[in-house]
């Protein structure tokens, strides 16, 4: 196997496939992703991309509005590169082969219509299209079943990472410049939209190699995901809302003005599931209009038993997007150095402390090409040159219930503690535990080796902490951080 490439990118979803296929105009680049490719956020993206292309916008509107949803905790030169590049990577995009409506449309947050889709599933035609050229384009390697475990860090330099290939060897890579793209941790909670992959490994393995990390007490919380048994859980997208949709309790009685912002919502639905169930009803709606303009919602929870167009569908808040992360400058810079991060995983300082709808999938487009260029002219040399590679031995106990008994645990206490409404006790409390469970699995890994599923709880126990840490050190409420 080649250990060495020019670029290293984890991550194939909007962020990591962007970047490699920029990068790919430079040098070989090696993707590296932990299940099948298309398993990832972007692939459930369902609303679109906002970018400022109408003759009747402003680009002082769109950064307005991301400031005002942010709460002003933005980083503004970050959200002015974020609006001024969105019609560049909007048209990067269709080059690619994402066949965009012409038509935008209005989401909350939103003064004008900007949101652009394909259908009503946008990611997984955009994953779908970056996928295929990234197979057609002979510089890069995809490799699939390969989880990073870690930075390779000599002299406070990123030389390369270490990965857990097909669950039973480890092997090392190196490069000029290894990019983090590992999106999301939602599934640090226990009701989250995030697939199964967002572990939150890359905020794991960044804070594992010394690298800042900041922002990482907003979570966004959706308000409105299809009550399930297990997570992920479907999302029923904010356009439900805009089309009319109403929530209610057990009783059919409305209790919120279901267009207030996300958090708002999700607060006050959080609340009343103290008292009773909560449901999403459109039965009061047209039902040719409902399937007309939201056809794979509706045939998605058809599957499920629920006709949209007449049932009440039990609905929950869930952990849907992490506002901060690894902190990057406009260049996706790390404060490691040759250490890059994109997409979710990345605090550019564009959400602030609250993200504004359909931003993320524009960030990652944006940032991981103006990342690309970037490491095209300043990061020339691979440092080390031989990869090590380990058979381990694994302890087949550690594939079963141990590890996951103590995710569920993790995502339990996230979810009480941590969650929606914060406390300060409760966090001091919920930090006690993640250090225990963190050093209890750090005895199991010590004991019997690694394998996928532990190093994935292991990141949870990682991200729990940091998140907990700094909700600690944010005493007053601010965006999507609410504490009592
Ligand atoms: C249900 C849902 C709906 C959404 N709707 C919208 C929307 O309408 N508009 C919008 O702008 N945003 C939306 N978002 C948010 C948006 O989809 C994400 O922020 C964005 O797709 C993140 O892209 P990404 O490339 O950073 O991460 P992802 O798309 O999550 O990709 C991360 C990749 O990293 C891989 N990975 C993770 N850890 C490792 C590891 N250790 N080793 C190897 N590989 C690893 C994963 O397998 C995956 O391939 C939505 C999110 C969800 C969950």
Redesign the pocket.
Known sequence: MKNNFDYIV????????TTALTLSNFGRVAV????N??????????????AMLGKNDRVEWHIEDTLKAGDFHNKKSAVSFLVKNSLEAHHWLKKQGVLFDTKPSLEAGHRISRIFHTTDF??QDI?KTLLKKVSENKKINIFKD????DLIVKNDSCDGIS?LIDDNKIVSFFSKAVIL????S?QVYLWT???T???G??IA?AVRAGAKVSDLEFVQF?PTAFKNKTS?LF?L?ERLRGEGAKLVDKNGKQFVNELLPRDVVARAVFKKQKTSEVYLTMAHLDKKDIIKKLPNIYKALKKQGYDLTKDSVPITPAA??QCGGITTDLDGKTSVKDLFA????AATGVHGANRL????????VVFGRRASSYIKTHCLVISSKEGIQTNYRLDPRLRGDDTQKIKIKIQKTMWEKVGIVRKKNELLEALRTFKSIKKQLEIIKEKNGISLQL?EVL?LSEVAIAITQAALNRPKSLGVHYIT
């Open positions: 984890v991550g194939s979803g909007i962020a990591g496939l590296f992703t932990k299940k490719p298309s398993d990832s956020s972007t692939n459930l993206a369902q609303g679109g991309m906002a946008t990611g994953e390969s989880l990073a475990v990965v793209a590992t999106g999301g939602g939209t995030n697939p992959v967002a572990t490994d890359g393995i959706h992920p999302l997208s849907h997007y994109v997409g979710e995983v709808a359909s931003n993320s999938l524009l960030e990652a190093i990141n």
